[in-house]
């Protein structure tokens, strides 16, 4: 028995998430009919974890165990030609039988990206929320700030969260903008162009990444201020804070593991 390990991106646009679902239009789905295409078995992939319908990744993780004896070094190929050409297998490797692709997870990261100007990008609009009028961006890393560390955020997910505790670590949240802007009016109207809100923490409660985002969305507007973030998360109340961001706007970023990567 061997443990197969994939990195994997996809455009989530046309899957209703990352999870097998009863009508088969998911990205799991995919994956396990190529897999099942390729060495004639069945087999359910274990993610790292679940990206909502609409939502992409950069960077997802899956592991299966298989009895195939196909080189290690011809899965990726083998693979990739038998998916759609909205997912594409990064890399593969193989490991120790009691790697899970979830459970031995350290580190995740997600990014949001957020385009602050005039009219949208034609070509990345499904990949970033347009929002037209101008953020205040240093209010919002002000705010992000807050976020960093131990929190309960149950005032940061939905409320059809089923976890037990919503107790979670975020050991860096931060706002990067990118270096130019096409219409050089954005800068002078005070838009920023576009702003990727990169999140990495030991785990993720369901929206929280959005709920985040939404809310540092009202205090770039001046709707919030930076400081009730705090007041926020001790509220532990989803209801006091600001709306779910639009899903395609996020992307699983990277996952990360103890063991080094070759």
């Not at 992000?144 to 975020?170: A, P, W, Y």
Request: aromatic share 10%; with cysteine; charged share 25%.
């Amino acid at each position: 028995m061997r443990n197969i390990y994939l990195v994997l991106s996809y455009d989530g646009t046309a899957y209703n998430g990352f999870q097998s679902q009863p009508f088969k239009n998911t990205v799991q789905d995919k994956l396990q009919e190529a897999i099942f295409k390729l060495t004639g078995d069945h087999i359910d992939v274990e993610g790292s974890g679940r990206t909502d319908s609409g939502v992409h990744a950069r960077g997802q993780v899956v592991n299966f165990k298989t009895d195939s004896d196909i080189p290690i070094e011809r899965w990726r190929m083998a693979i990739n030609s038998r998916l759609p050409r909205d997912i594409i297998i990064r890399e593969a490797r193989e490991v120790p039988l009691t790697f899970h692709a979830r459970r031995s997870a350290k580190r995740k990261t997600y990014r949001y990206t957020i385009s602050n100007t005039r009219v949208p990008d034609v070509f990345r609009r499904q990949y970033q929320y347009h929002h037209p009028t101008p953020l205040n961006v240093s209010e919002m890393e002000i705010a992000l700030r807050c976020m960093v560390g131990e929190h309960d955020f149950s005032s940061f997910c939905s409320r059809r969260s089923t976890k037990q505790s919503h107790v979670r670590t975020i050991y860096r949240a931060y706002l990067e903008r990118e270096a130019t802007t096409e219409n050089p009016l954005d800068l002078a109207d005070n838009r920023c162009g576009v702003l990727h809100l990169y999140i990495t923490g030991n785990g993720f409660l369901y929206n929280m990444v959005r709920v985040i985002a939404g809310t540092l969305i009202q205090v770039g507007e001046g709707k919030r201020m930076a400081k009730d973030m705090e007041l926020l998360l001790d509220a532990k109340d989803r209801l006091k804070a600001g709306p779910t961001a639009m899903a395609h706007g996020l992307t699983l970023w990277d996952v990360e593991y103890d063991f080094p990567k070759e």
